[in-house]
């Protein structure tokens, strides 16, 4: 192995400056973290706000006009109102409204206390997340009426059980604060794998690699050239994410910022590893990148337990997701942001990505030789 | 010291592939080249040039034998080497989205050259090159000549000993290849440069010291062009008929089997004959009333002749059949009409104002420097790209109106090969007749022809992409015959290809020609415009002269220079119309 500094300053500056020209690598690196970023924080929320609700009131009196304002209250629905169940119905079937909420004429104080209050719920299920969660917040919502009704009235009514439950860790219940930290994982697998993967192939199809292997580079120069400027971006990409997770999405970092950095920098080492091998490998850059997506940016997605829960996978694919790194640094991830620095699952986490990192940047380097072979 | 050599090569074999796909691309060369001199390697497609000159890099190692390249080992000392080496690949690795200065300076850092000297020599390679004013601009935004140029100085910045340029002239225009060569010259002149180069322009291996000749992986030749060319004294004639004229005796000639090589010159044809008595194999091919009178042999005279010596190449010239059912056109009819037609890319104007006319059956050539206009100009008359202005009219059809309906009586074969490399050569064909909407019936048939007439029934079920480069282009050619067009266009047909496979294009081409068909080609080999019936010659988006080869060349004609060859009337028009603008 051989160093000159003035090669690798070289190599550095053309890798930056290529960068800086290159829209692709803008576009991977800087603009899709970001858009991801806000889709996973606003548009695939898994809870369910303001959902649109109808509300038809057969024989409008004080009690069904406190009920909707309780319903008006609430901020998980929004309710519009309709003159009778057939308009309702109507725009139910145009997607206007979500569920209608019918409030039958005999809806008294009276039919209340007997406890058959008449009313009913129409769910739509073709989403059935959202109707399952609509349930589930109309329950509430009722519930809590009902106890204030009895209340402000002085009058006991048959209540439901009431249930009384508590969420740890993430309080709010607010999927974006796990979300967020998640897509920290798919951003800086595009940076490491996929566009690493796509720099090095491209030097090959190009031709740029067969001059460059007639200078006197060596291949470690030319390996560290391309780690070092994509470190760089990663962890800007990173930064910038956690920013934004924290400062727009309200993600709460219980854990130390500098263990975060620690573990986003070996997870990155390990995906820059991935992406030197595939590339060096595969040299096009359609098969490097085809390769790239499944063997790394898919797997993120879909086993790391970033989405779906690792412990509720079959047995073959949980013992598969083992040698993804993106399951260790998911794992560091929800627990350094929600739940602190519990060095139980920190430290065994890193000491794999370590590992990782070592073995993947370790073989791209045996595979990668002076000659056209 | 100049007749020590930098480059000793002793036994080189180098195979690829393994089992059945084996292919051998070097067989035993043992050669060696001397410092301080320009040394060409020449040979057919396929005979491991690119090969060798990646082994004498380090960049391959070859299974057997010994490569000393300026006293190292270039299998296992190949960094050191590389520090005083300067290697052009053929595809020379520019960073398209670097600046003319940006490369530069990454080459410099790489091969370690001192920040001190580093200004006078930019400047001094810049200004050699003619690049000095492009500093800034993208490499990827020079012409195909100037970015070959930039490759070339970019091996210059480490200032080594020894040049390796692989095929640097191809697809680059003949100012711009004139401009290299005297680049060249420069170098070896006044630095003692050693430079090795690979061609497949045989003048341009002509003016070298030295020439290497390989074919097949084995070495052929080594020695003086002059001296080589001397080998075919007396054997080159040029023959002239009454009856005939020169496209006819031209396809008439080849067909004769001791005449090894045959070309359209003028009003004649320059033929290459293996031994023998001329007029005797003349008689024999029922040409007995020609007129027939010697001439110089050139190098590439004896290049053919060596070659047809050793058995190769033999056959193919030879392969078109007879000029089959005769396509029933009315000759002399414009089939192509161009009238003021323009185009611009935003505010550039790529072709200006163009008129010219294209007769049934003729043969018409699109001269000019890279980036002159003739792509786009090709590319209009095609219906695949939309005129700003002016009329374009292709077989009666006009192209503003009903580009879909004349792309149905045209062929084209693009520059580059835009066949599908995974499919067979039949599928290949079977693909093309079906997107023309040829009847099942005739599919079979016009496939039948194809193969027959292109020689490709051997190849029938090989990959298109395995196909020798030769082949690729016969390939290419009949798929877009299958649907009898009645013109055809062809897009730098003959770029990089080797001495035999463009002599048995063009022969095909004439034949074509003979048949009725109106075939538009561009091309930079100029002596390849002697085979157009008329041509025009574009720089600039505008027309710079129009004519036949000998009306184009005329107003050259000097005392000094009595016959001046198609080259010298390019480059003076091109400078002339330089100097007026």
Known sequence: MSFDPMRLRALWRKEWIQIRRDPA???????????????????????????????????????????????????????????????????????????????????????????????????????????????????????????????????????????????????????????????????????GALLTALVIAREWERGTMEALLSTPVSVAEILWSKIGPYFVLGMGGMVISVVMAVGLFGAPLVGSPWVLFLAAALFLLSSLGMGLLISTVFRSTFLASMVAVVATFLPAFILSGFIFDIGSMPGPIRLFTYLLAARYFVALLQTIFLAGNVWSVILPNLAALSLMAALFLGIAWKVSRRSLE | MSSAPCISLDGISKRFGRGEKEVVALDGVSVEIASGRITGLVGPDGAGKTTLLRIITGLLRPDQGRVTVLGLDAARQQQELAASLGYMPQRFGLYEDLAVGENLDLYADLQGTPKSERAARFSELLHMAGLASFRDRLAGNLSGGMKQKLGLVCTLVGSPRLLLLDEPTVGVDPLSRRDLWSILFRLRDEKGLAIFVSTSYLEEAESCQQVVLLCRGKLLSVGDPREIAARAAGRTFRVGSNELGPRALHSRLARIPGILSSSIEGEGVRVLVAGGSLAGQLEEGGLGGCRTEPVAPRFSDAFLATLGEKGEGQGKARTPGPPSAEHHRRSGEDVIVVRDLSRFFGRFEAVKKISFHVRAGEVFGLLGPNGAGKSTTFRMLCGLLPPSAGLARVAGVDLRTGAASARARIGYVAQKFSLYASLTVRQNMEFFARAYGLSFRLRGERIRWAEEEFGLAHYRDADAEALPLGFKQRLALACALLHEPDVLFLDEPTSGMDPFAREELWLRIGEMAQQGVTILVTTHHLEEAEFCDRLIIIAEGRILAEGSPGEIKAPFRTAETPEPSMEEAFVGLIERSRGEG
């Not at chain 1, 409030?103 to 769910?123: K, Q």
């Not at chain 1, 109707?131 to 048959?158: C, D, H, N």
């Open chain 1, 25 to 191: 690598s803008i576009g991977i690196g800087v603009v899709l973290p970001a858009l991801l970023l806000l889709i996973f924080g606003y548009g695939i929320s898994l809870d369910a706000l303001h959902l649109p609700i109808g509300v038809v009131v057969e024989k409008p009196n004080p009690l069904t006009a406190s009920f909707v304002a309780g319903l008006e209250q609430s901020r998980y629905f929004a309710p519009h109102s309709y003159g009778s169940i057939g308009v309702a119905e109507d725009a139910m079937r145009r997607r206007k409204v979500e569920a209608i909420l019918w409030l039958w004429s005999d809806f008294t104080r009276r039919g209340l206390r007997e406890g058959n209050a008449p009313l009913s719920l129409i769910v739509n299920g073709v989403d059935a997340n959202t109707a399952r969660l609509m349930e589930g917040y109309f329950q509430g919502v009722w519930s809590q009426w009902l106890e204030w009704e009895a209340k402000t009235s002085g009058q006991p009514i048959l209540t439901p059980v009431a249930v009384e439950s508590r969420i740890w860790f993430n309080p709010a219940l607010e999927s974006r604060h796990y979300l967020a930290p998640g897509v920290i994982v798919i951003n800086m697998t595009l940076v």
